[in-house]
């Protein structure tokens, strides 16, 4: 079984950073990709961004240029910087971790931007 716990969400003005991070805990052998995916209210849920065990990244193109995925194997977390906020970000952002032919969610983690 493997754990996700998420950090870092909270209220931020437009224009202002946030940093999540997920850290994978548990029964894991292997992670092939990880990554993070928002919802938000009345929305489907849909890709921010990921990345592979080889250091690949893919991003939305609504975040392209503003957030950055990133990656420390060795504690097997996943951050995802996030820089000139909108009020468009707002959302659930949840972790997505592929681990041993197996995807895992984590809890999500509440961004509001508003003035």
């Known amino acids: 079984q493997v754990q996700l716990v998420e950090s870092g969400g909270g209220l931020v003005q437009p224009g202002g950073s946030l940093r999540l991070s997920c850290v994978a805990s548990?029964?894991?052998?292997?992670?092939?990709?990880m990554g993070w995916y928002r919802q938000a209210p009345g929305k489907p849920r849909e890709l921010v961004a990921t990345i592979t065990s080889s250091g690949r990244t893919n991003y939305a193109d609504s975040v392209k240029g503003r957030f950055t995925i990133s990656r420390e194997k060795v504690k097997n977390t996943v951050y995802l910087q996030m820089n000139s906020l909108k009020p468009e970000d707002t959302a659930v952002y949840y972790c997505?971790?592929?681990?041993?032919?197996?995807?895992?969610w984590g809890q999500g983690t509440q961004v509001t931007v508003s003035s």
């Open positions: 548990g029964s894991i052998f292997s992670i092939s990709a």
């Open positions: 997505k971790v592929e681990a041993d032919s197996r995807g895992y």
